[in-house]
Protein backbone atom coordinates (compact mmCIF):
# COMPACT_ATOMS: atom_id res chain seq x y z
CA UNK A 1 0.00 0.00 0.00
CA UNK A 2 1.11 3.47 -1.04
CA UNK A 3 0.01 6.58 1.49
CA UNK A 4 2.02 9.55 0.33
CA UNK A 5 0.20 13.30 0.37
CA UNK A 6 1.83 16.71 -1.03
CA UNK A 7 -0.12 19.89 -0.30
CA UNK A 8 0.42 23.32 -0.78
CA UNK A 9 -1.88 25.97 1.65
CA UNK A 10 -1.66 28.33 4.00
CA UNK A 11 -2.02 28.18 7.47
CA UNK A 12 -5.39 29.60 8.94
CA UNK A 13 -3.80 30.30 12.32
CA UNK A 14 -0.52 30.31 14.38
CA UNK A 15 0.83 26.59 14.78
CA UNK A 16 0.56 25.13 18.35
CA UNK A 17 3.84 23.83 19.89
CA UNK A 18 3.92 21.41 22.62
CA UNK A 19 6.09 18.57 24.14
CA UNK A 20 5.88 15.31 24.77
CA UNK A 21 6.64 13.86 28.40
CA UNK A 22 9.72 12.50 26.69
CA UNK A 23 10.63 15.56 25.57
CA UNK A 24 10.12 15.18 21.96
CA UNK A 25 8.23 18.86 19.90
CA UNK A 26 5.03 18.44 18.47
CA UNK A 27 3.56 21.51 16.53
CA UNK A 28 -0.38 20.92 14.88
CA UNK A 29 -1.68 23.89 12.61
CA UNK A 30 -4.15 23.43 9.93
CA UNK A 31 -3.81 25.00 6.49
CA UNK A 32 -6.25 25.78 3.60
CA UNK A 33 -5.15 24.29 0.58
CA UNK A 34 -7.29 26.30 -2.69
CA UNK A 35 -8.61 24.64 -5.87
CA UNK A 36 -10.86 25.18 -8.77
CA UNK A 37 -13.48 22.86 -9.55
CA UNK A 38 -15.68 22.81 -13.00
CA UNK A 39 -19.43 22.93 -11.95
CA UNK A 40 -22.57 23.33 -13.95
CA UNK A 41 -19.85 24.55 -16.55
CA UNK A 42 -18.33 27.63 -14.09
CA UNK A 43 -15.45 28.06 -12.24
CA UNK A 44 -15.97 27.57 -9.11
CA UNK A 45 -13.62 27.63 -5.86
CA UNK A 46 -13.24 25.11 -3.79
CA UNK A 47 -11.16 25.37 0.22
CA UNK A 48 -10.56 22.64 2.56
CA UNK A 49 -9.20 23.22 5.62
CA UNK A 50 -6.56 20.17 6.88
CA UNK A 51 -4.93 19.74 9.44
CA UNK A 52 -1.05 18.51 9.79
CA UNK A 53 0.90 17.84 12.67
CA UNK A 54 4.61 17.76 12.31
CA UNK A 55 7.29 16.36 14.66
CA UNK A 56 11.28 16.96 16.64
CA UNK A 57 13.34 19.81 15.14
CA UNK A 58 10.78 20.28 12.20
CA UNK A 59 7.68 20.96 14.75
CA UNK A 60 10.28 23.31 16.72
CA UNK A 61 10.93 25.17 13.33
CA UNK A 62 7.74 25.50 12.83
CA UNK A 63 6.09 26.88 16.41
CA UNK A 64 9.33 29.84 15.47
CA UNK A 65 9.35 30.55 11.99
CA UNK A 66 5.39 30.47 11.12
CA UNK A 67 2.43 31.89 11.43
CA UNK A 68 -1.45 32.52 10.34
CA UNK A 69 -0.94 33.39 6.98
CA UNK A 70 2.59 31.84 5.67
CA UNK A 71 2.77 29.26 2.67
CA UNK A 72 3.73 26.00 3.32
CA UNK A 73 4.35 22.65 1.06
CA UNK A 74 3.50 19.81 3.36
CA UNK A 75 4.57 16.12 2.39
CA UNK A 76 3.42 13.36 4.59
CA UNK A 77 0.92 10.38 4.84
CA UNK A 78 -2.61 10.67 6.17
CA UNK A 79 -3.90 9.69 9.33
CA UNK A 80 -7.08 8.83 11.01
CA UNK A 81 -7.57 10.19 14.37
CA UNK A 82 -10.55 8.71 16.00
CA UNK A 83 -11.97 9.68 20.30
CA UNK A 84 -14.56 9.29 21.97
CA UNK A 85 -16.27 12.68 23.93
CA UNK A 86 -20.01 12.64 25.60
CA UNK A 87 -20.21 9.12 24.23
CA UNK A 88 -20.24 10.76 20.59
CA UNK A 89 -17.68 8.99 18.57
CA UNK A 90 -15.33 11.15 15.81
CA UNK A 91 -12.89 11.21 14.31
CA UNK A 92 -10.78 13.00 11.60
CA UNK A 93 -8.49 12.88 8.78
CA UNK A 94 -4.65 14.85 9.39
CA UNK A 95 -1.64 14.79 7.81
CA UNK A 96 1.71 13.57 9.64
CA UNK A 97 4.09 15.32 7.74
CA UNK A 98 7.25 14.19 6.80
CA UNK A 99 8.35 17.34 5.74
CA UNK A 100 7.49 21.22 6.20
CA UNK A 101 8.84 23.07 3.61
CA UNK A 102 7.97 27.24 4.29
CA UNK A 103 7.15 29.00 0.96
CA UNK A 104 8.22 32.68 0.23
CA UNK A 105 5.62 35.33 -0.02
CA UNK A 106 4.19 36.28 -3.15
CA UNK A 107 6.05 39.66 -4.20
CA UNK A 108 3.58 42.71 -3.03
CA UNK A 109 1.49 40.32 -1.01
CA UNK A 110 0.94 41.94 2.28
CA UNK A 111 2.19 45.44 1.10
CA UNK A 112 0.10 48.24 2.86
CA UNK A 113 2.18 51.44 1.34
CA UNK A 114 2.73 51.88 4.84
CA UNK A 115 7.06 53.78 5.03
CA UNK A 116 7.93 51.87 8.26
CA UNK A 117 8.11 47.74 8.29
CA UNK A 118 5.71 46.19 10.13
CA UNK A 119 6.75 44.21 13.40
CA UNK A 120 5.80 41.43 11.64
CA UNK A 121 7.40 41.35 7.90
CA UNK A 122 10.76 42.19 10.06
CA UNK A 123 10.84 38.97 11.87
CA UNK A 124 10.30 37.19 8.43
CA UNK A 125 13.68 38.24 6.64
CA UNK A 126 15.03 35.51 8.68
CA UNK A 127 15.37 32.77 6.31
CA UNK A 128 13.67 29.50 8.33
CA UNK A 129 16.61 26.29 8.40
CA UNK A 130 15.64 24.06 5.37
CA UNK A 131 15.63 20.83 7.57
CA UNK A 132 13.45 17.61 7.07
CA UNK A 133 12.96 14.59 9.43
CA UNK A 134 11.06 11.25 9.56
CA UNK A 135 11.24 11.32 13.70
CA UNK A 136 7.81 10.52 15.28
CA UNK A 137 7.51 9.17 18.74
CA UNK A 138 5.14 5.81 18.09
Do not use: C
Amino acid sequence: MFNKIILIGNLTKDPELRYTPQGTAVASFRIAVNSKIKQQGELKDETLFIGVVVFGKQAESAGQYLSKGRSVLVEGRLQERSWEKDGQKHSRMEVVASSVRFLSKKPGAGETGESAPRAADSAEDIAPPEETTDLEPF
